[in-house]
């Protein structure tokens, strides 16, 4: 509609400047008006005139054919636009942005900058997708945690529970991963164990003075609380056997789908008689379970040659000489216990699926078990 | 605060000291007495004639950018120096001998129109200290030597074509008078018209219209008339319009652009306002005449010469 207008208007301009042989102009405004002279109309078309002495030219010049005519045929007047514009046209701030709007600017800077976000959009939408798969690995490792958490727990919990005293059902068992630990500087800010101590040593520094229980209660009287005989280790073997060889797959399916760079992994659990699983992917899933704001941190980790190994279904990350669980989140407090000790012994009794960790894993180790957290060194 | 007489003359002559200091090689002996009133005129027609309130910096910095070389040259030449003029013609004639050509429809015309800018420059008569009077006084130094000359030449081939030509600007004026205030009662009836009765009422319509848009176009403002008579009436490029204007012919398009709006919505207040049309009339007459315009002004294309606009520059 509006082009049609626009041809319109054309039409009839043309047909007005084509009804007169020369241009039409007002008789009585020339003649009103000096015509201007050489030397003004070479000023005018070299473009050094005031602002204001242009604009006196231009009124005389829109209405008299002749001066426009010279004016138009003067070469000069194509060659100094051609160059750097008059200093009056030309200053300010206006001037400038508009001369970095122009045209000849745009005509470059906008494909580069198109460039620029569909590269920006691309990276975005690659690096999504990728915390995604992460998210969806991670997810299933925190459900086969789960899962094989529930049944340790469940044989566990004739040795170690007491009727009284409730196992701690799986669900129930709080999300104490690294991310969550890590978050809170605060080491007093643990979410899930009642009033932990301040002075909680972080998850670095684990070779700091050993922390206090979480509960503050005497170590020994954990383990009074266990009256139930310890349950048989055959049932345990084939879910951690079924567990192990489920991560096993989801290690090489993310294995595949990524280019993993972590270091190689821990040692077979005997047992098992499998290829141990790949830390970098497990880590991965562990690293899934972290919200969204520490993912970022943990990609990182795994990206830079840490050593995991997975251990009856749990999956333990080497710091130093010690190797902890990936559930254990720092700022937790731990119970310590020495290799060779009563207490040591009589947890290993206790607890034979702990013992089958700790004597795979040789050294310092942090492992969660039943909701504790076990520092066996 | 205004520059007062005194404080004029003390810039101008330090602005001469400056001039001449500034000119490269050769200031062919000019002196600042000889400069002076060339500045002085200088700086009262280009500056203090639109800006009376100009600072002493600004008349100061408008004389530094004078041509030095160029009115060193020239101020010698109008005092009789030969060797000056020796100098300007060895170094102009090329300039002049091309603007010309440019300028004349065939050789001999160009040639004969060089010879006579250089008479026009050395001037015939003589005024009364005895030199003579000739185009070179017009020079201020504003603008380039070649550029002035360039434009002596498109002057006098103006000149010379209107003393040869037997349409002469009075009566193109007068026509488009008769445009504006007179009924057009010499309505020509186009040829190839079946019903006579139509032609004519179509006719008279397009000549209301017409009157209308001259109207509108003489109450537009200075630039954007001078945009529209360049583009439609001296047949100009838009570029060509744009570099007079001194803008980039895109800017000079969207300007069109934005005048076709304005003169359309003047057009229409003019006719329904003045003319009493209708506004079902006004917008018929735009969608029913305008289209057979482009039929209608062929002939009269044809037997100006001028080829229709190339193309549309015009931004939709």
Redesign the interface.
């Known amino acids: 509609m ?5 041809n ?21 405004t ?1 003649q009103q008006t000096e015509h201007l ?7 005018f ?6 602002d ?2 242009r ?2 030219y ?2 005389h ?3 008299c ?2 001066c ?11 060659e ?2 051609s160059k750097t ?2 200093p009056e ?1 030309a200053s300010g701030f206006w001037a400038r942005l508009t001369a970095f709007f ?2 000849a600017v745009l005509r470059y800077a906008i494909p580069a900058l198109v460039l620029a976000a569909v590269v920006g959009v691309s990276f975005l939408a690659l690096r999504q997708q990728r915390e995604t798969a992460f998210v969806a690995r991670n997810e299933e490792n925190s459900e086969a945690d789960k899962r094989n958490a529930a049944p340790g727990l469940e044989g566990s919990s004739a040795t170690t529970a007491a009727p009284a005293q409730a196992p701690v059902p799986a669900a129930s068992v709080p999300t104490e991963n690294y991310a969550d630990e890590r978050r809170s500087k605060n080491p007093s800010e643990s979410s899930t164990k009642p009033g932990p101590p301040s002075g909680e040593a972080p998850l670095s520094d684990l070779n700091a003075a050993p922390a206090t229980t979480a509960t503050n209660q005497p170590v020994d009287s954990l383990y009074k609380q266990a009256e139930q005989p310890p349950p048989p280790p055959k049932p345990e073997a084939p879910v951690i056997m079924s567990e192990t060889a489920k991560e096993e797959a989801e290690d090489r399916q993310a294995r595949r789908r990524e280019n993993d760079k972590l270091s190689q992994p821990g040692s077979a659990d005997s047992s098992r008689g499998a290829a141990p699983a790949s830390g970098g992917v497990l880590s991965a899933r562990k690293v899934q379970e972290l919200p969204a704001s520490q993912r970022g941190y943990e990609l990182k980790r795994k990206d830079a040659d840490e050593e995991v190994r997975t251990v009856g279904g749990r999956h333990f990350r080497r710091q130093g000489s010690a190797w902890i669980d990936t559930a254990f989140s720092t700022g937790r407090s731990t119970i310590n216990v020495s290799r060779g000790s009563e207490h040591y012994r009589t947890l290993m009794g206790d607890e034979p699926g702990l013992r089958a960790i700790v004597e795979q894993i040789g050294g310092e180790v942090v492992v969660i078990w039943n909701g504790k957290a076990y520092r066996i060194r | 605060m205004t520059v007062n007489s005194s404080q004029l003359e003390s810039l101008v002559a330090d602005g001469a000291k400056r001039l001449i200091a500034r000119s490269g090689g050769d200031s062919y002996g000019v002196n600042t007495a000889l400069l002076e009133p060339r500045m002085r005129a200088a700086v009262e027609k280009y500056l203090l004639r639109d800006n009376p309130e100009v600072q002493p910096q600004q008349i100061a910095s408008f004389f530094d950018t004078l041509q030095s070389d160029d009115l060193c040259l020239i101020v010698a030449c109008e005092n009789g120096d030969e060797r000056a003029w020796t100098d300007l013609v060895e170094r102009f004639s090329a300039t002049v001998r091309s603007a010309a050509r440019t300028a004349s429809s065939n050789e001999a015309t160009a040639e004969d129109l060089a010879q006579s800018i250089w008479a026009e420059l050395h001037g015939l008569r003589v005024r009364d200290d005895g030199r003579p009077s000739g185009k070179l006084a017009y020079y201020s130094g504003r603008g380039s030597l070649a550029g002035w000359l360039r434009a002596v030449v498109a002057q006098l081939a103006i000149d010379q074509h209107r003393k040869q030509s037997r349409l002469v600007q009075t009566e193109e004026d007068a026509e488009f008078d008769r445009l504006i205030d007179h009924d057009g009662d010499g309505a020509r009836i186009l040829p190839g018209s079946v019903n006579p009765e139509v032609a004519t009422a179509r006719k008279f319509a397009t000549d209301e219209m017409q009157k209308a848009l001259a109207q509108s176009i003489q109450q537009l403002d200075a630039e954007d008339r001078l945009l529209v008579k360049l583009y439609y009436f001296d047949n100009l490029r838009l570029r060509e319009a744009g570099a007079v204007l001194g803008v980039h012919e895109a800017t000079a398009s969207r300007r069109l652009t934005r005048i076709h709006t304005d003169l359309r919505s003047r057009v229409e207040r003019i006719l329904i306002n003045e003319k009493g049309w209708t506004e079902t009339e006004t917008h018929r007459a735009f969608s029913e005449l305008v289209p057979h315009l482009d039929t209608d002004i062929e002939p009269l294309l044809s037997e100006s010469g001028r080829l229709t606009k190339r193309g549309s520059e015009i931004a939709g």
């Open positions: 509006k082009e049609s207008k626009d319109q208007m054309e039409l009839l301009l043309r047909t007005l400047g084509a009804s007169s042989p020369m241009s039409v102009d007002s008789a009585v020339v002279d050489a030397d003004e109309m070479n000023a078309a070299e473009g050094q005139l005031s204001r002495t604009a006196r231009v009124a010049l829109a209405d054919g002749s426009r005519s010279i004016i138009a045929s003067l070469p000069q007047t194509v100094a636009f514009v008059a046209h122009s045209p």
